[in-house]
């Protein structure tokens, strides 16, 4: 019995081998109360690199293995006027993109950095001319680093992109996508890019029952040469939430997300496809309803659960992201969550005080709770599926202390979360195995610290390292975990 006991706990400790006890390690305090933003570039030779927008000034910190801050160094970028618009990092240099005025003109421009913050390159992206009003571009980066989109949407259907060579530093290609049919606030989806530049707009159409033999999903693919599109139907159910990614390594696009039946509130299922935008074949949707056993765990604990008895399906809830599986499948992480505006108010104030009727202010509650994971196989078959316990409650915070941060590791998935969003808190974290085994783990505790934990900005710097900032009271420190 006792050489059982002892098998048994063997293969324990192997199965979850990689739980070694964390070192936390936090910088000193950094006052944030006049700049604009910050970037976590990552590490470079030896040093954890942060990049401040300081409103008037562009400065890089640096930090060492201890987190002790060991230099700074301004940028100095054009005079007239430069707003930062993305900062891009890989392990040998950052690149700053930003847009100024010169006589008149508006222009793009970025500056690559090298690990000391020496300026090594500088190009013009491009020169927008003198224009009315300053483009409100938006940006998105390959997932290798080596590619970033720029683009603007203008009269709510015109898309003008540009994609640049972050390694090359030049200029790849420019288009502009016009659409009589399409509404930006209505039909608009999704974007992508890949790793070779291209850029993908994702629109859907007739997402309601009534127009159910008509919905679908319209993909146009932008590049150097042209523009390819793909007619995607989705006619069975009601799509409740989607999302796409681009798998870089099997050269394909993914979806996955969950369907609705009769009531577009409760999500039924789930369901997964996988594609390539050259193929001629007609992209089949694989979907899968949810169990009982699978709702009630997810549920149980709501209000709305209560009166799920019959299985409804789940509610409230949203994909949050998309996890690449080697073999071409996908894990789809969704979280539970909401928010609630309510008015704050005393009848008997004075008309236009904060406590009247009339000049009451409104709170906004923040739920963030339970974590579902669903892998799926690239046949469309389903693998399996967990649900991860969480709750998290906060007020008038746009939530930026609340749901998690996933980490990835060859061997598995850690999803760290604040089990509390208040300063006296302890952090955990999920480590999930790539067959769905999973075990909770307590990580820290702020208690003392002084820490409110941002993990919706953390960034995994190495496979057993992850950077982690808190904000509060107008102070900045950086948290080091290292597994």
Not at 42 to 65: C, I, P, S, Y
Not at 207 to 226: P, V
């Amino acid at each position: 019995m006792q050489s059982k006991i002892i098998l048994l706990l063997l293969f324990f400790l192997s199965f979850f081998g990689n739980l070694s006890a964390q070192v936390i390690t936090v910088s000193d305090d950094l006052s944030v109360r006049s700049d604009l933003g910050f970037d976590i570039l990552g590490e470079m030779k030896g040093n954890l690199l942060l990049f401040r927008d300081r409103t008037a000034r562009f400065e890089v910190q640096a930090f060492n293995d201890k987190m002790r801050a060991t230099w700074t160094k301004e940028l100095i970028l054009d005079k007239r006027r430069p707003q930062i618009i993305d900062v891009i990092a890989d392990k040998e240099s950052f690149c700053v993109f930003y847009h100024f005025k010169r006589k008149g003109n508006t222009i793009l421009k970025a500056h690559k950095y090298d690990p000391a913050a020496n300026l090594i390159d500088s190009v013009v992206v491009k020169d927008f001319g003198s224009v009315f009003y300053t483009p409100d571009l938006q940006t998105l980066a390959s997932e290798d680093k080596s590619k970033i989109v720029f683009f603007e949407v203008e009269n709510q259907s015109d898309v003008k992109a540009i994609s640049f060579d972050i390694k090359k530093m030049k200029l790849i290609w420019e288009k502009e996508y016009k659409s009589n049919e399409s509404s930006w606030n209505r039909d608009f989806r999704e974007i992508l890019t890949d790793n070779s530049g291209s850029f993908y707009l994702i629109f859907e159409r007739d997402n309601r029952k009534a127009q159910l033999e008509k919905h679908r999903f319209e993909i146009y693919q932008l590049n150097g040469s042209s523009i390819i599109s793909k007619s995607i139907p989705m006619t069975e159910f009601v799509r409740y939430d989607i999302r796409f990614e681009y798998d870089n390594l099997n050269k394909k696009l993914v979806a996955g997300g969950l369907y609705s039946e009769e009531s577009s509130a409760w999500a039924r299922g789930s369901f997964y496809t996988n594609f390539a935008l050259d193929s001629p074949e007609t992209p089949t949707f694989h979907y899968h309803p949810f169990n009982d056993e699978f709702v009630f765990n997810l549920m149980e604990e709501s209000e709305k659960g209560m009166k799920n008895k019959k299985n409804k399906g789940i509610m409230e809830t949203s994909i949050q992201e998309i996890v690449m599986r080697r073999d071409g499948g996908i894990l789809i992480i969704g979280e539970q969550n909401r928010h609630l505006d309510r008015g704050y108010g005393n009848t008997r104030g004075s008309v236009g005080t904060a406590n009247s009727s009339y000049g009451g202010r409104y709170i906004t509650d923040y739920f963030y709770d339970d974590l579902f994971v669903i892998s799926y196989h690239p046949t469309g078959e389903e693998h399996w599926k967990k649900v991860l316990h969480k709750k998290q409650y906060s007020q008038d915070d746009d939530a930026v202390y609340s749901s998690y941060f996933l980490a990835k590791t060859p061997s598995s998935l850690r999803l760290l979360f604040n089990d509390e969003i208040q300063y006296e808190n302890t952090v955990s974290e999920y480590i999930l195995k790539g067959n769905g085994d999973f075990l909770r783990n307590s990580v820290m505790s702020t208690e003392n610290q002084r820490l409110r934990l941002r993990f919706k900005d953390a960034l995994q710097i190495s496979a057993d390292v992850v950077i982690v900032p808190s904000e509060a009271r107008n102070k900045l420190k950086l948290v080091r975990v290292k597994y």
